[in-house]
């Protein structure tokens, strides 16, 4: 479940509009003519990519018929489902489309969404209320490096910061990153031991009668026999025996954490059609000090209120997160977090995230974040930019409202050098999105 929040040795390919263009019509992407209808943007794509053979079987049109099954293929969070489709969905199999597609958007006023795994909490990566083409990396399993593309040396360090944490989609778009892994673990424990905690509320029985529901899962780097001692000793509350023990290879712990049977082939991990799609609106915390007992009542009660589409799961940091200083990338939430707080509530029952039902589920989602706030991290009050929320705020006009938002995800100083190295690298603002790091009018001295 957990990602790698920093990866090292890293390297990553990226294009951004500072790339020198290849292109005889340069001078033209300058003018941004008004857009039409899409005719304007597939005639530059398919004009412009003579040299790739069958192209036309990588770029979709609301004409084509598969153009909806393409665009709902990768996507997470069926909430989405009803929201604005692009305009255009180019799906290359090599980066010479990207670029063309990157250059055929900018020159007719589309805007540009880059779509990889589609897990965007707020469907940003295939959505917008503007009309966009989107570039779904669905075909570029490995890339071979050609020119106007910028490697870590070639991007420099300010721009190879900002984009591991920072939002690769304010910066340009990613085509191949390489990364280690990091144990994450829970703080003061077994550096080879993992608990996730998962909390809801539920029905006992067919009872009218409510229960809170906590469930431990946890994934240990050894054997049956050393986790054990360790268990007894730290976690005697649990009373875990060895018959609720299972010994696997680690990437078998990703079937079960997505409820598939240990016997299932692990090649089901690479087939996202295979993988249960979520329809849910979600926010974080970041938890500094242990909530006392009363607090946990509170949240117990508030959970109680809730008609069962509610899940908070606790994800424990330390480990090899919080050995890095909060500046080392934009990812500021290290030394000192006990604990992520996921807190989310699902849609599945329901036609639409607006029903009646579903504003009442995010209400009571909202009243939750204003009970937490007395035992969650404060000034600013953290948030991981990864379950990105709209609710946070969008303001972008200037550093004020901005920060609203920003520091919550990356804190002061990081935000600050992410809007700095934005106003090098895309002044114009062409890779953006509501939430994206933002280019002010007015100059910023960044201090
Ligand atoms: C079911 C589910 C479980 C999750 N579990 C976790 C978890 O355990 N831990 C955690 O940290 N997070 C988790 N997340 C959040 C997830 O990690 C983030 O939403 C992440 O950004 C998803 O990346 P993606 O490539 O799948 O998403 P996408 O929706 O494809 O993209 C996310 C953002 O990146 C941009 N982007 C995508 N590809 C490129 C590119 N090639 N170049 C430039 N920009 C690009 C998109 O435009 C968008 O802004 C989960 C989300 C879901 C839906
Ligand atoms: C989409 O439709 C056009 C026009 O019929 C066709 O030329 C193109 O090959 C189709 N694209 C795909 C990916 O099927
Ligand atoms: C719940 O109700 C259903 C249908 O009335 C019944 O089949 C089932 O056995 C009941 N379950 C429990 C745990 O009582
Ligand atoms: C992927 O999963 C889907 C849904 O379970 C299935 O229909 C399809 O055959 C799978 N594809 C591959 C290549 O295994």
């Not at 875990?240 to 078998?252: D, G, L, Y």
Request: contains cysteine; aromatic residues 10%.
């Amino acid at each position: 479940m957990k990602k790698s929040q920093l990866s090292s040795p890293v390297f990553f390919l990226l294009i951004t509009l500072s790339f020198s263009l290849s292109w005889d019509s340069l001078s033209s992407i300058l003018d941004v003519t008004p857009r039409a209808s899409s005719e304007d943007v597939l005639g530059c794509l398919l004009s412009h990519s003579h040299r790739i053979t069958s192209t036309s079987q990588l770029i979709f049109t609301p004409a084509n018929t598969s153009f909806l099954p393409v665009w709902q293929a990768s996507f997470q969070n069926t909430r989405f489902l009803t929201t604005p489709k692009p305009s255009v969905i180019v799906t290359p199999v090599e980066e010479t489309l990207v670029q063309t597609t990157l250059l055929c958007a900018k020159k007719h006023g589309y805007e540009l969404k880059m779509r990889s795994g589609g897990h965007d909490c707020e469907g940003l990566s295939y959505s917008a209320y503007v009309p966009f083409v989107m570039i779904d990396f669905t075909n570029m399993r490995s890339i071979d490096v050609n020119g106007n593309i910028l490697d870590r040396k070639s991007m420099g360090e300010d721009l190879f910061w900002a984009i591991r944490g920072g939002g690769v989609s304010s910066f340009g778009i990613i085509l191949a990153w390489k990364l280690s892994l990091v144990p994450s673990v829970a703080p003061y424990i077994d550096r080879n031991l993992l608990i996730r905690t998962t909390i809801f509320s539920e029905y006992i029985g067919n009872s009218t009668k409510k229960t809170v529901k906590v469930i431990f899962e946890g994934i240990y780097q050894g054997t049956t026999d050393t986790l054990l001692p360790l268990l007894d000793e730290e976690f005697p509350e649990l009373g875990v025996t060895r018959e609720i023990c299972q010994e696997m290879r680690s990437i078998q712990s990703s079937l079960v954490s997505w409820g598939l049977p240990l016997s299932t082939p692990i090649e089901i991990l690479s087939n996202r059609s295979a993988i249960a799609k979520v329809n849910a609106k979600v926010k974080s915390d970041y938890v500094r000090e242990p909530i006392p007992i009363s607090g946990l009542r509170k949240i117990w009660r508030k959970l109680m209120e809730n008609d069962e589409s509610a899940q908070l799961i606790i994800n424990p940091f330390g480990g090899k997160i919080a050995e890095f200083p909060e500046t080392a990338i934009p990812y500021p939430h290290r030394a000192g977090v006990l604990f992520q707080l996921y807190k989310a509530v699902n849609f599945n029952d329901q036609t639409s995230d607006t029903t009646p039902i579903s504003m009442r589920r995010r209400a009571w989602l909202q009243t939750l974040d204003e009970l937490l706030k007395p035992y969650v991290s404060s000034n600013p009050r953290e948030a991981c930019s990864n379950y990105n929320d709209l609710d946070l705020g969008v303001g972008n006009e200037n550093y004020e409202e901005a920060s609203v938002w920003g520091e919550r995800y990356w804190k002061r100083d990081n935000f600050r050098k992410l809007i700095r190295i934005k106003a090098k690298v895309d002044p114009d603002n062409f890779f953006r999105h509501p939430q994206s790091v933002p280019v002010f009018s007015n100059s910023f001295n960044g201090m």
